[in-house]
C-alpha cells in the first residue's frame, strides 16, 4: 500500500471580499447583497481555520488570491484610460460590472479545479484541470489566474498535471470539486469518484436557478485525468431549487463515509448501488443519509451542516466533522449533527469553527478548501513557501493587519485607491509565499 495523505489548499480571502449578490441560486450572497465587509476579519477567519487543520495533523496550503480588480477584464470590455479612469467610469456606468471586477471569489478553492490522485490516475500522476467556471461572470475571471496557481504549487511536470481549464462554453460548464466526492478505504487506496452534474449539455434546463455542473464537463474532465472508478450521480432537481448550487452544499464524503441528504441525488438508491458495485472488492461503502424529516433542506442550506469538512484526523479512529458556527446555531442541524457523532457510526465527533464572513456568501468551510491526495513524494514537491504552519500564520496575521482594510461597503469600490492597496498586498505576499516573478498581472 502507497501511504498517503489528503491535503487541504485552501483559498487566501483577498483584500477586497465584499457582498454583490452576484451568484443567482447562492441565497446567502443574494441575501446579503450590498452589507458591509470586513476583508481583514474575513481573512484571519479562514487563517484560524487553516491553523486549525494543520495543528491536527493534516496537512494545509496556502492559495493566493487573485488580482483584484481584474482591470484587464474591464479594459476587455471597452473601458479604458489610467487605472482610476477605468474604475470610474466603470463604476458610474456599470456598477454590477466592477463589483465582479473586485470579487474576491477566489477564495472557494473547492471551485479551484478537480483533481484526481495519482492512485486513481491511468498515468500515475496527479492530475487537476482548474474549473473554468462560466455560469457566474465574476467566477468566470478566475480560471486563468488558477491555473498558474496550481502550476506554482505543484510544478513537478513528473508526478502533477495541471491540465488548461475545459473550454470556456456552456457545454463544459465546470465549477471543480465541489461536485466531486472520493471515496476509499485510505487515502492511498484506489478510490471511487463521484462526479455529480446538474444537467445534460444538450438538455433544456429550466429550473429555478442555475445547474452549474454539466454531465459532459464530467465526462471530459475523467477521459482527460484517466480517471478510474468513476460514477456520475445527478443531482437532486429540487436540492437546487432549494439553494444547494452545489453538491458540497448537500453532501460531503470521506473515506468510505458518504454523509449526504435525502435531496442530494435525483436517484439516490441508484446512486448507492453505482458506488457499492464500483467499490466492490476495495471497500463497503458507508452511507449516512439525513432525511427530509429529521432536516428539512431549507435548514440545511441555510446551517450548512454538510459544508463540513469530513476529516480523518491522524491518530484519530473515527473522522471528525469540522462544521461551521451556522450549525451549532441552527437547532435541527445541530441536532442531526450531535446525533451523528453519538451514533456507532463513522464520524466520532464534531467541532465547530467560525467563517462567518466566507459564510455570509454563501462558502462554508469545505467550500475554501481544494482537498488534494498526495503521497509523501508528491508531498515534499509541493512548493514549500505554501505549507501552513505556525510561523506562517503569524507572518499572514501580520501582512493582513497592515495591508487589510477593516470594513467595505459597497460604494468603496470605487475609490481608486483600492487599486493600488490590493496590489501593494499581492506584491508583498508573492514574496512570502515564494510564487516567483510576474506571477500577477500587474508584476509582468
Ligand atoms: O460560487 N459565492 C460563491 C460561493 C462558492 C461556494 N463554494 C462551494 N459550495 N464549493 C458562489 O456562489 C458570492 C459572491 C457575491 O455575491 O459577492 C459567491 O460567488
Request: charged share 20%; net charge negative; hydrophobic share 40%.
Amino acid at each position: 500500500m502507497t501511504s498517503a495523505i489528503e491535503a487541504n489548499c485552501d483559498g487566501l480571502v483577498g483584500p477586497t471580499h465584499s457582498y454583490a449578490g452576484l451568484a443567482p441560486g447562492n441565497l446567502a450572497s443574494a441575501r446579503n447583497s450590498g452589507d458591509p465587509s470586513h476583508p481583514r476579519g474575513a481573512v484571519k477567519e479562514g487563517l484560524a481555520k487553516m491553523r486549525r487543520l494543520a495543528d491536527l495533523g493534516i496537512p494545509q496550503f496556502v492559495l493566493p488570491p487573485h488580482e483584484r480588480p481584474d482591470l484587464r477584464f474591464l479594459s476587455a470590455i471597452g473601458f479604458s484610460g489610467s487605472d482610476a479612469r477605468i474604475i470610474e467610469t466603470a463604476y458610474r456606468t456599470e456598477p454590477e460590472l466592477v463589483n465582479a471586477a473586485y470579487s474576491a471569489s477566489s477564495m472557494w478553492a473547492a471551485n479551484a479545479a478537480t483533481v484526481t490522485p495519482s492512485a486513481d490516475a491511468a498515468d500515475g500522476r496527479v492530475h487537476f484541470t482548474p474549473a473554468n467556471l462560466l455560469t457566474n461572470l465574476h467566477r468566470s475571471l478566475e480560471p486563468g489566474q488558477t491555473t498558474t496557481i496550481l502550476r506554482r504549487l505543484f510544478p513537478d511536470p513528473d508526478r502533477f498535471c495541471v491540465h488548461d481549464p475545459l473550454p470556456a462554453r456552456p457545454h463544459f460548464a465546470d465549477e471543480g470539486a465541489a461536485n466531486h466526492v472520493r471515496l476509499c478505504a485510505d487515502h492511498g487506496e484506489p478510490g471511487v469518484n463521484l462526479f455529480v452534474w446538474g444537467r445534460g449539455a444538450w438538455e433544456h434546463w429550466d429550473g429555478r436557478f442555475p445547474a452549474r455542473q454539466t454531465l459532459e464537463a464530467y465526462e471530459a474532465v475523467a477521459r482527460r485525468h484517466g480517471t478510474a472508478r468513476a460514477v456520475f450521480p445527478r443531482q437532486g432537481r429540487a436540492a437546487i431549487n432549494g439553494g444547494a448550487f452545489h453538491n458540497d452544499v448537500v453532501c460531503v464524503g470521506t473515506r468510505t463515509c458518504l454523509l449526504f441528504h435525502e435531496s442530494a441525488f435525483e436517484d439516490a438508491a441508484k446512486a448507492q448501488d453505482d458506488i457499492r458495485r464500483t467499490a466492490e472488492g476495495l471497500f463497503e461503502p458507508l452511507f449516512v443519509e439525513v432525511s427530509e424529516a429529521q432536516l428539512p433542506l431549507a435548514d440545511a442550506v441555510k446551517s450548512y451542516l454538510f459544508n463540513s469538512q469530513l476529516l480523518a484526523v491522524p491518530g484519530e479512529d473515527r473522522l471528525v466533522l469540522l462544521a461551521p458556527a451556522e450549525t451549532q446555531e441552527t437547532p435541527l442541524a445541530h441536532a442531526a449533527a450531535q446525533a451523528l457523532a453519538s451514533s456507532n457510526g463513522p464520524i466520532g465527533r464534531v467541532e465547530y469553527v467560525d467563517v462567518r464572513q466566507s459564510m455570509r456568501n454563501g462558502g462554508g468551510p469545505a467550500c475554501l478548501r481544494l482537498r488534494v491526495v498526495l503521497t509523501d513524494d508528491e508531498l515534499a514537491a509541493a512548493n514549500p513557501a505554501q505549507r501552513f504552519d505556525a510561523t506562517l500564520h503569524a507572518r499572514l496575521n501580520d501582512w493582513a493587519d497592515r495591508r487589510y482594510r477593516d470594513r467595505l461597503v459597497p460604494a468603496d469600490l470605487a475609490d481608486p485607491a483600492l487599486v493600488g492597496e490590493s496590489r501593494a498586498a499581492l506584491d508583498e505576499l508573492t514574496a512570502i509565499l515564494d510564487l516567483g516573478s510576474g506571477f500577477y498581472p500587474f508584476q509582468r
